[in-house]
């Protein structure tokens, strides 16, 4: 697996869009990137991936750069249930979840 | 479309008795993988079935722990001889038939205490 590097923890106002970055330098060509989220307790959630097209679905926007080297969830409106850790993930073989970036949407 | 479904969603063992977890995929679904979360530590992958077929068992500790998960029926997270320190967060995720998936749909989880 491509090793991914996350901010530990990051601030959003609610209603704002949250802007998560994550590094994936050593990315290969085949590998794409995958997000998952887990509210406090809960079983992690899909969200979104993509390979090197920019990617949209009902959750979340997902930004890859051209070089592949790092990419951006944005989550367009959060509300104060987008509080979560969000995982950046690539896979080969199998999900390694990191230490993710610890997202706390505030009033 | 119910999904992923674990149960018990908290057990309490004794050390030393067994531990069985279950996990019923969403409909459809015919791969399943096994994490666990240590207390305040991250998800780590410890196995992944198709049925009646492990395919990756790199994540599971070599002594006590087996996966199964049969042609009818969940699949069945079995602990032996339990321990303090495999009291955590078992989570299940499902994906549907063909190759390996990284696109998984997690159970609620179960919540084991070892006391």
């Known amino acids: 697996d491509a090793k991914t590097t996350q901010p530990p923890s990051m601030d959003c106002a609610e209603g704002r869009a949250a802007n998560l970055p994550c590094n994936h330098s050593t990315i290969s060509g085949n590998e794409y990137v995958y997000w998952y989220r887990q509210i406090h307790s809960q079983g992690p959630q899909y969200i979104i991936h993509?390979?090197?097209n920019n990617e949209t679905n009902e959750m979340a926007s997902l930004i890859i750069t051209e070089d592949r080297k790092s990419s951006t969830l944005i989550l367009p409106h959060a509300t104060l249930r987008d509080t979560a850790v969000y995982y950046c993930?690539?896979?080969?073989?199998?999900?390694?979840f990191g230490q993710g970036t610890e997202l706390s949407v505030k009033p | 479309n119910a999904g992923v479904m674990q149960n018990p969603r908290h057990l309490v063992r004794r050390r030393g008795q067994e531990a069985r977890l279950r996990c019923s995929p969403m409909?459809?679904?015919?791969?399943v993988y096994w994490y666990r979360q240590l207390p305040e530590e991250g998800l780590k992958f410890m196995v992944y079935?198709?049925?009646?077929?492990?395919?990756?068992e790199s994540g599971m500790p070599k002594e006590r722990f087996s996966a199964e998960f049969p042609k009818e029926g969940p699949s069945i997270l079995r602990i032996q001889q339990v321990v303090r320190g495999d009291s955590a967060a078992y989570f299940c995720?499902?994906?549907?038939?063909?190759?390996?998936?990284?696109?998984?749909?997690f159970g609620p989880g179960t919540r084991l205490t070892v006391t």
């Open positions: 409909k459809g679904h015919s791969h």
């Open positions: 993509g390979l090197k």
């Open positions: 079935l198709q049925k009646e077929n492990i395919i990756d």
């Open positions: 995720a499902s994906s549907p038939p063909g190759h390996v998936s990284y696109e998984q749909y």
């Open positions: 993930i690539a896979p080969l073989g199998k999900l390694i």
